[in-house]
T-cell receptor, first 112, second 112 residues
Framework: KAGVTQTPRYLIKTRGQQVTLSCSPISGHRSVSWYQQTPGQGLQFLFEYFSETQRNKGNFPGRFSGRQFSNSRSEMNVSTLELGDSALYLC???????????FGSGTRLTVV | TQLLEQSPQFLSIQEGENLTVYCNSSSVFSSLQWYRQEPGEGPVLLVTVVTGGEVKKLKRLTFQFGDARKDSSLHITAAQPGDTGLYLCAGEWGTSGSRLTFGEGTQLTVNP
């Protein structure tokens, strides 16, 4: 069965621009969560969507936003990019209790 | 804010040696998971533990969940170079929805 697909794999953006990342979960998984991974902070939770509703939100500024579509695909958007937003952005889809998480390969965002 | 302390941060050993990685919190987990991550890829789920005192084995890997569900350990027997990678523990604390808090990770290097 297909895994979690994240696009694009790599992205280079300039400070002040905005970016949209995409995540297609495993078929049948309705929960999609997003994480930011940096060498200094490790993996940090951004937000989680379930059935098109944001169910949990981490401690990130409002520049970070997301949404989920009726087919469970999710996007996250970062506006007014800063150098510190350079990171690996990971998406995970989950199912069941306790949730079994499957992560995508991530999008490597570099802000210059 | 729940915190997960993982130790050691770095571990470099010879093939055939045993090792243990620890994960601790001051709060009770509803579930705890262990992941392994390769460079440039997303974390891959190894195991989920939910019951205090639970022990799970995955070939040469043994996972223990503390009786009080505040700590966990990962023990690898006879480590092999293929075990090299970043090992992450991640916990959930019973919040509604899916939200993992990750430890800082243990970078394991097994030298041939």
């Amino acid at each position: 069965k297909a895994g979690v697909t994240q696009t694009p794999r790599y992205l280079i953006k300039t400070r002040g621009q905005q970016v949209t990342l995409s995540c297609s979960p495993i078929s049948g998984h309705r929960s999609v969560s997003w994480y930011q991974q940096t060498p200094g902070q490790g993996l940090q939770f951004l937000f989680e969507y379930f059935s098109e509703t944001q169910r949990n939100k981490g401690n990130f500024p409002g520049r970070f936003s997301g949404r989920q579509f009726s087919n469970s695909r999710s996007e996250m958007n970062v506006s007014t990019l800063e150098l510190g937003d350079s990171a690996l952005y990971l998406c995970a889809s989950s199912f069941g209790l306790p949730p079994g998480y499957t992560f995508g390969s991530g999008t490597r965002l570099t802000v210059v | 804010t729940q915190l997960l302390e993982q130790s050691p941060q770095f571990l470099s050993i010879q093939e055939g040696e045993n090792l243990t990685v620890y994960c601790n919190s001051s709060s009770v987990f509803s579930s705890l998971q262990w992941y392994r991550q390769e460079p440039g890829e997303g974390p891959v789920l190894l195991v989920t533990v939910v019951t205090g005192g639970e022990v799970k084995k995955l070939k040469r890997l043994t996972f223990q969940f503390g009786d009080a569900r505040k700590d966990s350990s990962l023990h690898i027997t006879a480590a092999q170079p293929g075990d090299t990678g970043l090992y992450l523990c991640a916990g959930e604390w019973g919040t509604s929805g899916s939200r993992l808090t990750f430890g800082e990770g243990t970078q394991l290097t097994v030298n041939p």
